[in-house]
């Protein structure tokens, strides 16, 4: 299945880690949203930024240097996940996939994987989930809505920042690589 477009959710809160603007926050020396968008870029035609005044930055970051690299467009939402991503998927086109800004980790080669697993399923959007079952927010829609289906990965790259250790593993991986940060490559 060919992803016709990638929405990148970037207007949370960041309430777990004290209000911050986590899409801004560096992992690998860049913002995170900039390597998940970049991940993106990788796989899908075109992809949609969608940020809210919740996350101060994200909107002027996302304009002045995500556009610059082509096929990215930047719209500002409600703040509200549910307006946001129904925001996102009217304009990039279905099947879509969402990514959330803070998955630094993830690379265009995991979630080529991932798109072909979930394709592979019945369920109208899929979600990837880590090895324990956490889910990450990436998820694959093929509709708007239906049933629910999961792929699970335990690779590193299936991560993300919800608190500062987590922020610290994901540096910690980026310095030191998967495997010795005790992290799992597959």
């Not at 968008?37 to 909107?59: H, M, Q, R």
């Not at 946001?84 to 279905?94: M, P, R, V, W």
């Not at 803070?102 to 369920?123: H, N």
């Not at 889910?135 to 991560?159: A, H, N, Q």
């Given at each position: 299945?060919?992803?016709?477009?990638?929405?990148?959710?970037?207007?949370g809160?960041?309430?777990?880690?004290?209000g911050?603007?986590?899409?801004?926050?560096?992992?690998?020396?860049?913002p995170?949203?900039?390597?998940?968008?970049a991940?993106?870029?990788e796989?899908?035609?075109d992809?949609?930024?969608?940020?809210?005044?919740?996350?101060?930055g994200?909107?002027?970051?996302?304009?002045s240097?995500l556009?610059?690299?082509?096929?990215?467009?930047?719209?500002?939402?409600?703040?509200?996940?549910?307006?946001?991503?129904?925001?996102?998927?009217?304009?990039?086109?279905?099947?879509?996939?969402?990514?959330?800004?803070?998955?630094?980790?993830?690379?265009?080669?995991?979630?080529?994987?991932?798109?072909?697993e979930?394709?592979?399923?019945?369920?109208?959007?899929v979600?990837?989930?880590?090895?324990?079952?956490a889910?990450?927010?990436?998820s694959?829609?093929?509709?708007?809505?239906?049933?629910?289906?999961?792929?699970?990965m335990?690779?590193?790259?299936?991560?993300d920042?919800d608190?500062?250790?987590?922020?610290?593993?994901?540096?910690?991986?980026?310095?030191r690589?998967?495997?010795?940060?005790?992290?799992?490559?597959?």
């Amino acid at each position: 299945m060919r992803v016709k477009g990638c929405v990148v959710m970037a207007g949370g809160r960041g309430s777990r880690m004290g209000g911050v603007a986590k899409p801004l926050m560096r992992v690998c020396g860049e913002p995170m949203i900039s390597r998940v968008v970049a991940a993106a870029i990788e796989l899908c035609g075109d992809v949609v930024v969608v940020y809210s005044d919740a996350s101060p930055g994200v909107g002027e970051i996302c304009r002045s240097t995500l556009a610059v690299m082509g096929r990215v467009s930047c719209v500002e939402g409600t703040g509200s996940y549910v307006e946001d991503l129904n925001l996102g998927l009217s304009l990039a086109g279905l099947p879509a996939l969402v990514l959330p800004a803070d998955t630094p980790l993830i690379d265009s080669s995991l979630l080529e994987k991932f798109v072909r697993e979930a394709s592979r399923l019945e369920p109208s959007i899929v979600s990837l989930a880590r090895g324990d079952g956490a889910e990450v927010g990436i998820s694959l829609f093929k509709k708007p809505s239906g049933p629910w289906g999961y792929v699970r990965m335990t690779d590193c790259g299936v991560m993300d920042v919800d608190t500062w250790e987590d922020l610290r593993r994901a540096e910690e991986a980026c310095r030191r690589g998967c495997m010795e940060a005790g992290l799992p490559r597959e």
